[in-house]
């Protein structure tokens, strides 16, 4: 079956502590892309990705650092500079053309105490 | 910059029709999504609009008028399944497709 993962569903960290949520997709579609989304907020982006070994800044990337070595998987590491990184994070992927629909992953929720 | 805007909060009941409506202002357009998004899970693509105009897809429908920057998206024979949250998004063109968020109507299905 075809589709993106993310893994873990919930993580718990103590603050001062990188953390590396993981994204791995088999839909060999060419970008990527991590959303937070945050309680009465939209989806925001953090990072994308076009093309394997290339990545773009998103809306909010301070604090959060990616690497795209193979086009199946796109990890976000949650660094301890990003002030707020309690949220739930979402990991997507799709076609750079035609309709642009994104396909997401099931979310990681992060805890950072 | 980008400006999208939708209600917060909508209550239906079971069997009924709902339109939800989606306001927007952004710089450049190529098309307007919508998602489905079930409580603490990811967003599932509903439909994307590039036209004007008004596309069905069974108990689905998505309106578009780019003139106006407003898309309403109508569920029919509406089922306590689709309580959910529904997020209107925006594509501009912007060095990749850009889309924007908005932060989503939550709808709740009553008896």
């Known amino acids: 079956d075809g589709g993106i993962t993310q893994s873990p569903k919930y993580l718990f960290r103590k603050e001062g502590q990188n953390v590396t949520l993981s994204c791995e997709q088999n839909?060999?579609?060419?970008?990527m892309y991590w959303y937070r989304q945050d309680p009465g907020q939209g989806l925001r982006l953090i990072y994308y990705s076009q093309i394997v070994n290339d990545f773009q800044k998103g809306d909010i990337a301070e604090g959060y650092s990616v690497s795209r070595e193979k086009k199946e998987s796109f990890p976000l590491t949650v660094t301890s500079a990003q002030k707020n990184p309690t949220a739930f994070y979402l990991c997507a992927s799709g076609e750079d053309v035609g309709t642009y629909e994104q396909y997401f992953g099931p979310g990681t929720r992060l805890t950072v105490t | 910059g980008q400006n999208i805007d939708q209600p917060t909060e909508m209550t239906a009941t079971e069997g009924a029709i709902v339109q939800i409506n989606c306001t927007y202002q952004?710089?450049?357009?190529?098309?307007l999504f919508w998602y489905q998004q079930h409580a603490g899970e990811a967003p599932t693509f509903l439909s994307y609009n590039v036209l004007d105009g008004l596309e069905e897809k069974g108990r689905f429908s998505s309106f578009l008028s780019r003139s106006k920057g407003y898309s309403y998206l109508l569920l029919k024979e509406l089922q306590m399944k689709d309580s959910a949250s529904y997020l209107c998004?925006?594509?501009?063109?912007?060095?990749?497709?850009?889309?924007?968020f908005g932060t989503g109507t939550k709808l709740q299905v009553i008896p």
């Open positions: 998004a925006v594509s501009a063109p912007g060095g990749y497709q850009k889309v924007t």
């Open positions: 839909l060999n579609h060419d970008a």
């Open positions: 952004t710089s450049g357009f190529n098309g």
